[in-house]
Nanobody
């Protein structure tokens, strides 16, 4: 059973940075996994903000975070990271990671395994 645990959420000032972690367990983690990052603000739909593909670690980002957020992975630690720079108040949300073992869904919410989320609050 795949389990994902997010961590690293915090309250920061606008312009600051945070690094979120998504730790996977329940299987032998390797580079051949598709992992997405998502966020959901109160009263809004869950938004796909980034995805890292299995092949050559290609990553893609939503326009709302492009140039500010970066996804990376550490296979030895079974962990995927979301580096968030130049944070804005509109980045305030619950952040989730999700993993898909089949065909990578890309920037969508059609992932099979989800974590419980970590809260990010950005004050201006």
């Amino acid at each position: 059973q795949v389990q994902l645990v997010e961590s690293g959420g915090d309250s920061v000032q606008a312009g600051g940075s945070l690094r979120l972690s998504c730790a996977a367990s329940g299987y032998t983690y390797d580079s051949w996994r598709c992992v997405g990052w998502f966020r959901q603000a109160p009263g809004k739909e869950r938004e796909a903000i980034g995805v890292i593909y299995p092949s050559r670690d290609r990553s893609y980002y939503a326009d709302s975070v492009k140039g500010r957020f970066t996804i990376s992975r550490d296979n030895a630690k079974n962990t995927v990271y979301l580096q968030m720079n130049s944070l804005k108040s509109e980045d305030t949300a619950m952040y989730y990671c999700a993993e898909e073992l089949g065909s990578c869904p890309g920037l969508s919410t059609k992932f099979h395994y989800w974590g419980q989320g970590t809260q990010v609050t950005v004050s201006s």
